[in-house]
């Protein structure tokens, strides 16, 4: 080889090496006045989800470091990855042009957002969920808000499964959490206000979908507070509330059928059932609303289908 191409060479292996590194940060910072030509770094950081999501490496995060909407469309997320607003910041991930705000098609990652905020925004084109997962992927939302949504707040189908814990979900027009063949979702010390569904367990598939609801706050719900439905002989369809209250709600516990009758599921235990105009409304074969005997279900305007107590286990 001759000296002359030895320089060249090393330049080359330097800028192969440079470009490696910055495919593969750690951590990607977002700013409102940064820039996606930027590396993403804390020095250089870039203004929008999708460069901070090239910018960084599988399983590593994403910092929102002040306030503003960090994307002007759909996020695609293909990697496992955790993006959070720092303390203090509003961390803005909207739903606009006819799309969520977040899409996760992709199988076995592990997503999880943290003290973000999604919504709409003034002015746009009205987009539809705030997350929307297809891939058996596992996804996290701590500490949260969602809210103001023309569609759902999160939908999952097939085998992901969903944490919410410590959030809050309101104002959405159709199903705050939407669940449909196969997916699961554990729900912890969360709130969900003057949604039209709060929590949905839909099954028309072989299969379980199923929900549980423990420590939280689910009022306001001008259909069903939660909802376990399937429509299939093969599906089976699961929800568990725990030491929650359901209050002002036109039906608070919902289990029906819709079509061949399912295996549809709904039990209480540790939990209030007040003011609501309804407080369960069980419906079609294949349904039971099951209650461990200690809950406390009064003030309610009435009541449609049976409720059955759960024997000691």
């Known amino acids: 080889m001759s000296k002359s191409r030895v320089p060249r060479l090393f330049l080359a292996l330097a800028l192969l090496a440079a470009a490696t590194a910055h495919a593969q940060l750690f951590r990607a910072y977002l700013t409102s ?17 999708p460069a901070a999501l090239s910018a960084v490496a599988d399983k590593g995060e994403i910092w929102m470091l002040d306030s503003a909407n960090y994307n002007t469309g759909t996020v695609t997320i293909g990697k496992s990855v955790a993006i959070l607003a720092i303390p203090g910041a509003v961390g803005s991930i909207v739903a606009l042009n006819g799309g969520p705000a977040i899409s996760i098609t992709a199988a076995d990652l592990v997503i999880a957002l943290r003290n973000v905020v999604i919504g ?20 996290s939302v701590e500490n949260s808000l969602i809210a103001n949504l023309p569609v759902d707040g999160i939908k999952a189908s097939g085998a992901g499964t969903v944490t919410v814990s410590g959030s809050t979900l309101r104002n959405i027009e159709n199903r705050a959490i939407n669940l449909t063949d196969g997916p699961s979702v554990t729900i912890a010390a969360s709130r969900f206000i003057d949604n039209f569904v709060s929590v949905s367990a839909f099954g028309s598939t072989t299969g379980t979908t199923a929900a549980a609801i423990n420590d939280s706050t689910i009022t306001g719900s001008a259909y069903c507070a939660v909802h376990a439905n399937t429509s299939a002989a093969t599906a089976i369809a699961r929800i568990a509330v725990l030491r929650s209250t359901v209050e002002r709600s ?3 516990l919902c289990v029906t059928t819709n079509g061949p009758p399912g295996t549809t599921e709904l039990s209480l235990g540790s939990s209030l059932v007040f003011n609501n105009d309804q407080s369960w409304y069980v419906l079609g074969g294949g349904t039971v609303l099951l209650s461990l005997g200690n809950n406390q279900v009064t003030g309610n305007n ?12």
């Open 120 to 139: 709409p925004v003034a002015g746009a084109t009205p987009g539809t969920h705030g997350i929307h997962m297809t891939g058996a992927s596992s996804l």
């Open 302 to 313: 009435s009541a449609t289908g049976t409720l059955t107590l759960l024997a000691p286990q």
């Open 33 to 49: 006045d940064g820039n996606d030509a930027n590396p993403c770094t804390l020095p250089q950081p870039c203004r929008l989800l």
């Open 250 to 252: 036109t039906y608070a």
